[in-house]
């Protein structure tokens, strides 16, 4: 292709070449990343590098907030913290009942001789930043490898469960939202044990896969199962809010809202639960 | 100088010239650190490609493809997609504008934006289309937006860039 301005008889590869050239090394790096899944620790690496930059742009944030037309009022932030107080009191409430739950739970199991399920550690996580990413519903951690999250592990707020830990970075971790559209969480309809799967719909959530006739009805409250051994039991997932059995089709449509605050929470919970405890080799808890 | 018919502005040193460039970019990439969100999330430019792009057009030897890859890379993993898809888009970019860099040099800075205006939205494209490609659907159309932001980020930039002070570097 022929630029004006370059010399004529270059020995040099002229633009459209050196684009074709590129291009390939794209194309190659989109297969190996997509297909192959072979790049994680180049993503680690350029995750790793750019981490102190990210920090230093957060820290004087309000700053820049404001000049760039952005004012957090102070009465906001003020609301915003007695928000959080309120709901970190909630979650704290939350952690006691489950604690006794739990207990209660482990003697019960141990009265039927079933497989003993250990409680869980937490971690608590900010969200550093949320990717602009049409394909997917991600955050990305403040936390990662260096708190312990691990791939795997699922995500809570004080409201139920928020999604599940896709990639954890030395200083950071990847995750999806019970929202996306790749995402699927086994649970059961509270109400009347059944279970069902619930998949992410954008900005809502769906069952799939479930018979015309079941008994589902809106206002039931969804809740892990547990079988998939990702997600402890009885965590909260989320809300029927519409029932709709078409006639022409032998499945019903079930449309969910997750119950965590999947989009407005700031702070969130990573559980490192027994699964992933046993996968790192960490000694089994009694 | 003739303010009429803008011509290429006068070559700055080049290790000045460097300088300038790198700053910009870090700024650039500094700017799109600031923890977005909402509205200001989906119309965020892309301040890294704009400033790529306004060096391919000012720079009569352009930004090497090698840069514009290495930027791309980073955005990929910082938006937590496929590796690759943003590296060809920004390729695609800078060799747009390098290839039509006298014509743009041409015009008024309003029509020079509404000639960014199509390169953008192409370079927008094909990260959508490689992202649609290598993974699943997009959720939304909206990722178009910023094509429109980003021509006026172009603008100001632009603008910024003809300045007394940007000259006589």
Redesign the interface.
């Known amino acids: 292709m022929a630029t004006p301005g370059q010399p004529m008889f270059t020995r040099a590869l002229g633009p459209a070449a050196r684009l074709a050239l590129w291009s390939i090394l794209a194309i190659a790096l989109i297969v190996l990343d997509a297909r192959f899944n072979a790049l994680g620790w180049l993503r680690a690496g350029v995750v790793a590098v750019f981490y102190p930059a990210q920090l230093a742009v957060r820290a004087p944030f309000d700053f820049a907030a404001e000049v760039s037309g952005f004012l957090v009022r102070h009465r906001a932030l003020q609301t915003e913290n007695a928000a959080l107080r309120e709901r970190n009191q909630q979650a704290g409430a939350q952690l006691a009942r489950l604690d006794t739950l739990r207990t209660e739970n482990e003697e019960l199991r141990r009265l039927v001789v079933l497989r003993q399920m250990t409680g869980y550690d937490s971690v608590a996580a900010e969200i550093l930043s949320t990717p602009r990413d049409p394909f997917s519903q991600r955050v990305m951690l403040d936390k990662g490898g260096n708190a312990g999250i691990q791939a795997g592990q699922p995500v809570v707020d004080g409201m139920g469960l928020v999604g599940q830990v896709t990639r954890a970075y030395a200083f950071g971790a990847e995750v999806t939202l019970v929202t996306d559209r790749g995402h699927a969480v086994p649970v059961q309809i509270q109400r009347t044990g059944q279970r069902v799967l619930v998949f992410g719909g954008g900005s809502g959530m769906e069952v799939r896969y479930l018979p015309t006739h079941t008994d589902i009805q809106p206002g039931d409250i969804l809740v892990t199962s547990g079988i998939d051994r990702v997600y402890p039991a009885g965590l909260v997932v989320a809300k029927v809010t519409r029932v709709q059995r078409p006639t022409d089709s032998p499945y019903a449509r079930v449309s969910c809202l997750p119950m965590a605050g999947v989009d407005k929470s700031r702070v969130l919970m990573v559980l490192k639960t027994q699964h992933a405890a046993a996968r790192q080799g960490a000694p089994e808890q009694p | 100088m003739n303010f009429d018919m803008p011509s290429f502005p006068p070559r700055i040193e080049l290790r000045q010239e460097w300088r300038v460039i790198g700053l910009s970019l870090l700024l650039a990439?500094?700017l799109k650190?600031?923890?977005?969100?909402g509205w200001?999330?989906?119309l965020?430019p892309d301040f890294v490609l704009i400033m790529l792009l306004f060096w391919a057009q000012r720079r009569?030897d352009?930004i090497s493809?090698?840069l514009?890859?290495a930027l791309?890379?980073?955005t990929d993993?910082?938006?937590?997609?496929?590796?690759?898809?943003h590296?060809?888009a920004y390729?695609?970019g800078v060799?747009l504008v390098?290839?039509f860099?006298?014509r743009l040099a041409m015009f008024t800075l309003r029509h020079q934006a509404m000639q960014i205006f199509p390169l953008l939205l192409l370079t927008e494209v094909v990260a959508?289309v490689?992202?649609?490609i290598?993974?699943?659907?997009?959720?939304?159309g909206?990722?178009i937006a910023t094509a429109f932001t980003g021509t006026l980020l172009w603008w100001a930039v632009a603008y910024a860039g003809k300045m007394p002070a940007a000259r006589s570097e």
């Open positions: 990439f500094l650190q600031i923890p977005w969100q200001a999330l989906l965020r009569q352009g493809f090698g514009a890859f791309g890379l980073v993993v910082q938006d937590g997609v496929v590796l690759g898809q590296a060809l390729c695609v060799f390098q290839h860099q006298r959508l490689t992202g649609w290598s993974t699943r659907t997009p959720q939304g909206w990722v």
